[in-house]
């Protein structure tokens, strides 16, 4: 006689099968439960302290004289008077609608940490980590860790110097890979815009337009024969014909053109956009760490392609030039000064050789961070330099170069090229945040007993004890500007100190781990005037 319950499919009865399936339920979320508690926790991103890498409550804005799109803070100041303006061309933006009322403000990034992993891995400099805010361990802070146990760092010139115990005062590049395995997606995430030749104002050299004084192409002819054109696939091009003295042609940018246009990159480059409505910059006006980029495109097989850039190796500023040339299908890159001796140089392997193919773009990038010089081609690094300068001399030295007297050219010769994608950005800026005026100890001064160039004041660190700076560096309230610790910290830590030699570190026990992937940026409306809500999939990115 057949079973009197109600049997499913599979001939289990029901009552059975509910019991497991509530029973899969339950180990599911007991699951859900240890991996968010042991393994990987989402939290959003709050404020813009570590902008751009990361964004908190913002606004979208684009250009609607160059197309340039950006981010800034969610301020509502900006208006039709110009207290926004976009960074790639200066044309000044409204961010209220027609009915006086701010546009839409975006919700900050959604991000993925990885949990526990520092005791299992130690942690990196620069790595972009989540920990509990000494001051109040209840509130979870993200910023990129900068400073390690037992050394101490400095600030000094807007760049990171360490002294390990017993060791040597060095630059904390972020460009050495024995720092961070991860360095170049780090450096690449920090770059900071200053020009791109794809976005061309639509009100170029046209002063009539509007009252506001129109943009000039800072990319000037210094010799030779060239030719700008714009197109929508590249904006501006620039074509040498191949001829001019030595057939040779040269190109300048102008930080500051002449005849009373609205581009002045020699005060405005140095302006975080992030922070534009709530009048949030840096002021000072430093430019020696930077990335120059082209893409060279040559008619022949002929060409000789050089780039050069003002840095300071000891007291003086000086012209520094990477050369790329073709001889004999060997591929030869050049690191030179302005006497035109030769620094560093590599034949490049047959992988590269040779990069002037007619028609073939070249990919060409020169970037000078942290006292190192590197040149990729294509993406991939083929030279790199180190100027390992002796930290008494860099004591010693005036403020690096201002963009006036920086000097960025660009010069091919040997046969007719042409240039698109041309791009100058400037690394980070890391100014000391007030703690010259916490700590008792600072770097010496100079003969005429100046510090304001230094931004420095060095900060001893003690066993398990790390230090942490936003991104957004003059907007971000991290290890610099903290200037209380919290009792049950201070007692379980700092021996019960409150003071200087307690503020701004970060102890290892706070250290909950590090943002690896923003799994949710911030959301697009389904309409116009709808929610929030569609995942912004383009921007899905790891962390670095």
């Given at each position: 006689?057949?079973?009197?319950?109600?049997?499913?499919?599979?001939?289990?009865?029901?009552?059975?099968?509910?019991?497991?399936?509530?029973?899969?339920?339950?180990?599911?979320?007991?699951?859900?439960?240890?991996?968010?508690?042991?393994?990987?926790?989402?939290?959003?991103?709050?404020?813009?302290?570590?902008?751009?890498?990361?964004?908190?409550?913002?606004?979208?804005?684009?250009?609607?004289?160059?197309?340039?799109?950006?981010k800034?803070?969610?301020?509502?100041?900006?208006?039709?008077?110009?207290?926004?303006?976009?960074?790639?061309?200066?044309?000044?933006?409204?961010?209220?609608?027609?009915?006086?009322?701010?546009?839409?403000?975006?919700?900050?990034?959604?991000?993925?940490?990885?949990?526990?992993?520092?005791?299992?891995?130690?942690?990196?400099?620069?790595?972009?980590?989540?920990?509990?805010?000494?001051?109040?361990?209840?509130?979870?802070?993200?910023?990129?860790?900068?400073?390690?146990p037992?050394?101490?760092?400095?600030?000094?010139?807007?760049?990171?110097?360490?002294?390990?115990?017993?060791?040597?005062?060095?630059?904390?590049?972020?460009?050495?890979?024995?720092?961070?395995?991860?360095?170049?997606?780090?450096?690449?995430?920090?770059?900071?815009?200053?020009?791109?030749?794809?976005?061309?104002?639509?009100?170029?050299?046209?002063?009539?337009?509007?009252?506001?004084?129109?943009?000039?192409?800072?990319?000037?002819?210094?010799?030779?024969?060239?030719?700008?054109?714009?197109?929508?696939?590249?904006?501006?091009?620039?074509?040498?014909?191949?001829?001019?003295?030595d057939n040779?042609?040269?190109?300048?940018?102008?930080?500051?053109?002449t005849?009373?246009?609205?581009?002045?990159?020699?005060?405005?480059?140095?302006r975080?956009?992030?922070?534009?409505p709530?009048?949030?910059?840096?002021?000072?006006?430093?430019?020696?760490?930077?990335?120059?980029?082209?893409?060279?495109?040559?008619?022949?097989?002929?060409?000789?392609?050089?780039?050069?850039?003002v840095v300071?190796?000891?007291?003086?500023?000086?012209?520094?030039?990477?050369?790329?040339?073709?001889?004999?299908?060997?591929?030869?890159?050049?690191?030179?000064?302005?006497?035109?001796?030769?620094?560093?140089?590599v034949?490049?392997?047959?992988e590269?050789?040779?990069?002037?193919?007619?028609?073939?773009?070249?990919?060409?990038?020169?970037?000078?961070?942290?006292?190192?010089?590197?040149?990729?081609?294509?993406?991939?690094?083929?030279?790199r330099?180190?100027?390992?300068?002796?930290?008494?001399?860099?004591?010693?030295?005036?403020?690096?170069?201002?963009?006036?007297?920086?000097?960025?050219?660009?010069?091919?010769?040997?046969?007719?090229?042409?240039?698109?994608?041309?791009?100058?950005?400037?690394?980070?800026?890391?100014?000391?945040?007030?703690?010259?005026?916490?700590?008792?100890?600072?770097?010496?001064?100079?003969?005429?007993?100046?510090?304001?160039?230094?931004?420095a004041?060095?900060?001893?660190?003690?066993?398990?004890q790390?230090?942490?700076?936003?991104?957004?560096?003059?907007?971000?309230?991290?290890?610099?500007?903290?200037?209380?610790?919290?009792?049950?910290?201070?007692?379980?830590?700092?021996?019960?100190?409150?003071?200087?030699?307690?503020?701004?570190?970060?102890?290892?026990?706070?250290?909950?781990?590090?943002?690896?992937?923003?799994?949710?940026p911030?959301?697009?409306?389904?309409?116009?005037?709808?929610?929030?809500?569609?995942?912004?999939?383009?921007?899905?990115?790891?962390?670095?």
């Amino acid at each position: 006689m057949p079973d009197p319950k109600r049997h499913n499919r599979r001939g289990k009865p029901a009552d059975q099968s509910l019991k497991e399936t509530a029973e899969s339920v339950v180990v599911a979320f007991i699951l859900a439960f240890i991996f968010r508690a042991f393994i990987v926790e989402a939290f959003v991103i709050p404020t813009g302290s570590m902008a751009p890498t990361l964004l908190g409550q913002h606004l979208r804005v684009t250009c609607p004289q160059c197309g340039y799109t950006f981010k800034t803070d969610g301020g509502d100041r900006g208006t039709a008077g110009g207290d926004l303006r976009c960074p790639m061309c200066f044309f000044p933006i409204a961010t209220l609608d027609d009915t006086g009322q701010p546009d839409r403000t975006y919700a900050g990034d959604r991000i993925l940490v990885q949990k526990y992993l520092y005791p299992f891995a130690e942690p990196k400099r620069y790595d972009v980590v989540v920990f509990k805010n000494p001051e109040s361990p209840d509130t979870n802070f993200i910023k990129r860790l900068v400073g390690l146990p037992n050394e101490t760092l400095g600030f000094l010139d807007g760049n990171l110097y360490a002294k390990p115990l017993g060791g040597e005062w060095g630059i904390a590049s972020k460009v050495d890979p024995a720092v961070n395995p991860r360095w170049e997606e780090i450096q690449r995430d920090v770059f900071q815009p200053i020009y791109h030749s794809r976005y061309v104002p639509r009100d170029e050299g046209d002063r009539e337009l509007r009252r506001e004084l129109a943009w000039a192409q800072p990319w000037k002819r210094v010799q030779g024969s060239w030719t700008l054109s714009n197109n929508e696939e590249h904006g501006a091009v620039f074509a040498f014909d191949g001829q001019g003295d030595d057939n040779a042609g040269t190109l300048r940018f102008d930080f500051r053109p002449t005849g009373g246009y609205r581009a002045d990159y020699s005060d405005d480059f140095a302006r975080y956009a992030y922070n534009q409505p709530n009048g949030s910059g840096l002021t000072l006006n430093w430019l020696e760490d930077l990335r120059i980029a082209a893409t060279i495109t040559s008619v022949d097989d002929r060409n000789v392609v050089e780039i050069s850039a003002v840095v300071r190796a000891t007291d003086q500023p000086e012209q520094i030039t990477v050369a790329l040339s073709d001889h004999d299908s060997v591929t030869t890159v050049e690191l030179r000064d302005e006497t035109g001796r030769v620094s560093a140089s590599v034949d490049l392997t047959l992988e590269h050789n040779p990069i002037f193919r007619a028609d073939t773009p070249v990919q060409f990038e020169l970037w000078f961070v942290d006292q190192t010089f590197l040149v990729f081609l294509d993406r991939q690094e083929v030279l790199r330099h180190e100027l390992q300068i002796p930290f008494d001399q860099l004591l010693d030295r005036p403020a690096p170069p201002r963009p006036s007297e920086q000097q960025i050219e660009i010069t091919v010769s040997g046969g007719p090229a042409t240039l698109t994608d041309l791009q100058l950005d400037r690394d980070l800026v890391y100014d000391d945040g007030g703690l010259v005026d916490r700590h008792r100890g600072s770097f010496p001064r100079d003969h005429q007993g100046n510090v304001a160039r230094r931004h420095a004041s060095p900060v001893d660190l003690g066993p398990d004890q790390f230090f942490t700076v936003g991104d957004n560096s003059p907007a971000s309230q991290d290890s610099r500007k903290w200037a209380s610790v919290n009792r049950e910290v201070a007692d379980a830590h700092f021996d019960g100190d409150r003071g200087p030699d307690a503020q701004g570190r970060v102890p290892r026990d706070l250290l909950m781990g590090r943002a690896f992937f923003v799994y949710y940026p911030a959301p697009s409306p389904v309409t116009a005037a709808g929610p929030a809500i569609l995942p912004n999939f383009g921007e899905m990115r790891f962390i670095h």
